[in-house]
């Protein structure tokens, strides 16, 4: 699915359409314990999917790049990937989120919803077959012209199957996404690591890819069946595309973004730079994928049923900052601290080359987390437009600093050029937009600086310990160690260490008391506030 997402036009109420009729799911929609239920549970099956797929990404990664592949053959396939990226984010006009926002049975709509993520899909990749060799040139690197024309088709299999994705996304059917994903990862990952061990080079991912978005497709088609059927309703088609269409330019910059990077470092620095700049934003990455995306499978939904009121948009809001912002913090603490000791330990010396920009690109994964968290709410919220604005300034002020980076300090002054836009520019512009929709600065003050100052303890710690332990595979485990027990007692209130203790006390039957109400938990985890147990 497209990385867009929905958002009614700005200015709208974010509970209503044009022309739309409250189906019987929404009218019917139950107490707000019954979502807060559904959206827990949802969850739940998208933490295990995400944990799952990522650590076997992690392990094939590292195989590959241990045993088969080369950092020219990474930049190569990363070439392919920012095309194949770019395209996804606009390839279904925005459209297929309707099936997620809008309250009317998707059904009356979803016909036309196939039939123009399909169309459009299928002339993005026509127009890419012709263009796949001047794209590569452009890049700096024309032998990825076939890998391009192969991977890029997994756009047009996107397109056919954004309707089903939408409709497991809005019924929160997290379980019946990981059996898919389970089977997608299978069959993508085993291809690819036959090929490349057969010596196909960065084609390898490409085929694997195709073969793992078909077997997607497949899966989608029949947990959600009736969804893949075409149709057309030109009246439905217009309000489709007016929907869309902000939504599907904020997408674009959002990946035009963080993948501008790859052309810059491609165009100006070479393949091989770019194998080694892929590398350190993958790692970087393990962080916003392992926990940011899990939240987002279900966090634009949860917050498109929780936009009855502001008050609790902006609660659901700052509930899940807290949270996402403690689980997330140390990772990215840790790689910024030690991106040398990691990257050696994890892939090897050839690819120490990528710590330099680590130690930027770790603080901007956690940047990552925070807006894309700012992003799912503002759509939510039904401010796209200022959404765009955000995306827009963000790539305008991106361009010229990453050409600046690279040419004055590397891969490294890259990942530099990063943080001062997104921390300097991009982070105030969110506190104005989310300070428009009613979100006090002070409020996220509130719910942010004990994971950030645990932060700053484990920099320090690990980069203390690691010293003294030496540079090694037994010094970077203590480091990591004695980090994240100096964390926990900082980002995580005493309040809430006591009742998850309580918790897990009562579930192992050596104590026998009530167990307190998560949603009293998550309240007490947002604020920060001490609470007797």
Request: charged letters at 15%; glycine letters at 10%.
């Amino acid at each position: 699915m497209s990385h867009s997402q929905a958002a009614p036009d700005a200015g709208s109420e974010p509970s209503s359409e044009p022309g739309s009729e409250p189906s019987s799911e929404a009218t019917s929609l139950p107490a707000e314990e019954s979502l807060g239920d559904r959206v827990r549970s949802a969850a739940k099956w998208s933490m295990i999917n995400t944990l799952l797929i990522r650590i076997g990404t992690f392990a094939t990664g590292v195989i590959l790049a241990r045993g088969a592949l080369t950092p020219r053959d990474w930049g190569l396939y990363a070439v392919g990937g920012v095309a194949q990226a770019v395209l996804l984010s606009f390839n279904e006009l925005g459209v297929s989120l309707a099936v997620v926002r809008w309250d009317r049975d998707p059904r009356s709509f979803a016909p036309t919803v196939v039939t123009l993520a399909t169309a459009s899909s299928t002339v993005l990749y026509v127009g890419l077959w012709f263009l796949a060799h001047d794209i590569a040139v452009m890049l700096g690197s024309p032998d990825a012209t076939g890998v391009l024309r192969i991977l890029c088709f997994a756009v047009v299999v996107d397109g056919v199957a954004c309707v089903p994705n939408a409709v497991l996304m809005r019924e929160f059917r997290q379980r019946a996404r990981l059996t898919i994903d389970l089977l997608t990862f299978a069959v993508s990952s085993g291809l690819t690591l036959l090929l490349a061990f057969r010596g196909w080079g960065a084609s390898s991912f490409a085929w694997g890819g195709v073969a793992g978005v078909m077997v997607a497709l497949i899966g989608c088609g029949i947990a959600a069946p009736g969804y893949l059927r075409p149709g057309w309703d030109r009246t439905v088609a217009r309000e489709l595309v007016r929907y869309g269409a902000p939504l599907a330019g904020a997408s674009l910059f959002v990946l035009a973004t963080m993948n501008t990077d790859s052309a810059v470092v491609g165009a100006t620095l070479g393949p091989v730079a770019l194998g080694l700049y892929r590398v350190a934003f993958t790692m970087s990455s393990w962080p916003v994928r392992a926990i940011s995306e899990t939240a987002r499978r279900v966090s634009f939904a949860g917050f498109s049923r929780a936009a009855v009121s502001e008050q609790t948009l902006t609660d659901g809001f700052t509930g899940g900052l807290s949270p996402l912002l403690i689980a997330s913090v140390p990772a990215c603490a840790l790689l910024a601290a030690l991106p040398g000791p990691i990257i050696r330990s994890v892939y090897g010396d050839q690819w120490t080359g990528a710590a330099g920009a680590l130690r930027y690109l770790a603080i901007l994964g956690l940047l990552r987390i925070i807006f894309e968290l700012c992003y799912d709410f503002m759509v939510a919220a039904g401010r796209s437009r200022a959404l765009l604005t955000v995306q827009a300034l963000w790539l305008a002020a991106l361009i010229p600093a990453l050409y600046i980076g690279a040419h004055r300090n590397g891969i490294s002054g890259v990942g530099a050029g990063h943080i001062v836009v997104a921390a300097g520019l991009i982070a105030p512009a969110y506190l104005l937009t989310l300070r428009a929709v009613g979100i006090h600065p002070l409020r996220i003050a509130a719910v942010t600086w004990r994971p950030i100052l645990g932060g700053a303890a484990v920099v320090a710690v690990a980069i203390a310990v690691n010293h003294v332990a030496g540079d090694s595979d037994a010094g970077l485990a203590g480091a990591s160690l004695v980090a994240m027990v100096a964390y926990v007692p900082i980002a995580v209130p005493a309040s809430v260490m006591r009742q998850v203790w309580a918790v897990a006390q009562s579930r192992i039957g050596r104590r026998r008391r009530p167990i307190p109400s998560p949603i009293i938990v998550d309240e007490r985890l947002a604020s920060g506030e001490s609470a007797s147990a």
